[in-house]
């Protein structure tokens, strides 16, 4: 499996038009594609304008399929706007707990 971690920050005050983009691209996700197998939106405690997305994909070509997805890119065209900086680190998933 596949694994990318999006460390987001925020513009300031940009916070809840960001939630409301990503919860929904993040449930229909894992809802409606197959090879999404875990989306979670994390929001910094300490800086609450910092986010991190945690997903896994079944491999490389299931990211790049969620990429072609209506809710995928109905978020993108709202979040792009709202990013101040954003990383993204790609890994490998070696184990998943509980397994699957």
Request: charged letters at 25%; a negative charge.
């Amino acid at each position: 499996m596949y694994s990318i971690i999006v460390k987001t920050k925020l513009k300031p005050g940009t916070t809840q038009a960001f939630l409301d983009a990503m919860l929904p691209n993040a449930e229909a996700s894992v809802r409606d594609e197959p090879g999404c197998h875990t989306f979670d939106v994390l929001q910094d405690r300490a800086d609450p304008e910092l986010f991190w997305l945690y997903e896994i994909y079944q491999d490389e070509a299931a990211l790049a399929a969620h990429k072609e997805t209506p809710h995928y890119q109905a978020s993108r065209a709202v979040v792009n706007e709202l990013i101040a900086e954003q990383s993204v680190i790609r890994a490998d998933v070696l184990a998943v707990n509980p397994a699957r």
